[in-house]
């Protein structure tokens, strides 16, 4: 079938076109590479005939996903029953919804995680969401899901909900025009006031399942600034975070790295008991974007939640 197509945003302009169409698509980069090859991208109405291919900002872009075959294993994406998920709305738009998730919830199927996802639960209450991955736009187990939050992550993600909010959404957050804040309690005190985490993440050599700062990962940063510290009943510092690229668990790898992981990470460093705190201290505060139409920029905010208020509390 072949997509609807959608103008190519200001934030895409200057891409390869197989790189767009593989974020885009949430195809692999070899088989968007492909896609072209076979026929299966359009701008403005004609071929492409090469992959690497520059976009312009306004150019029409379609592509047919009929010509790849489906990845090994991926399933479309079935609606949740009714109640299944629990998600709050915080903005309701054409283009896209943006939703406050609470810690516990996957955001979308992987290993072990099939059913009673965020994305699940979305396909339910938006049923439009359907439409984006045969249209082009993202992969059929995960529609409208342009970014994710970790399972015990809580707070705020946007969706997109149109092929035009998916194609602006995903052309911010490659761009690092999007901005997304967290605020974290960590262990021990940290001594700078602010700062920025500068270190490459990728698998690590010793668990294939883990993340970690290695040389041969992709570039990450992080940047902090201190909010309050405290010295009971453990030495602990809450931290404002601002992701500066978006990499798997980047915030709990690097703050782990320089010695301060997150209280209740049970992965990258104290167990939640050791810690005496009840979930992963981690939550996405703020986001801000810009309207996929209007270019409006917009921002939206979520406090923690009760438990993880009350935990924040205990410290002094």
Known sequence: MTAEAVQVPLT???????????MLTGQTRADAGRLVDSGGVTLDGGLVERRSRRLRAGE????????VAPAAGVTVLQPAPPGAVDFTVICEADDFV??????????????????????????????????????????????GIVHRLDKETSGL??????PEGYSSLVGQLAARSAKRSYVALVNGRVSSQEGLIDGPIGRSDRDPTAMAVVATGREARTSYRVRRRFTD?????????????????????????????????????RSRRSAGVPRLMLHAERLGFSEPRTGEPLEFTAPPPDAFRQALERFS
């Open 157 to 162: 993600l946007v969706v997109a909900r149109s």
């Open 98 to 143: 943006v939703v406050d998730k609470p810690a516990g919830v996957v955001t979308h199927p992987g290993a072990g995680n099939r059913e009673a996802t965020l994305a699940s639960g979305l396909l339910a209450r938006y049923p439009e969401l359907a439409r984006l991955p045969l249209e082009g736009f993202g992969a059929p187990d995960r529609p």
């Open 12 to 22: 895409l302009a200057g891409e390869r076109v197989d790189r767009a169409v593989a």
């Open 233 to 269: 009943p453990v030495a602990a510092t809450e931290l404002e975070l601002q992701l500066q690229t978006g990499r798997t668990h980047q915030i709990r790898v690097h703050l782990a790295a320089i010695g301060h992981p997150v209280l209740g990470d049970s992965r990258y460093g």
């Open 60 to 67: 029409r872009l379609a592509i047919d996903l009929s010509r």
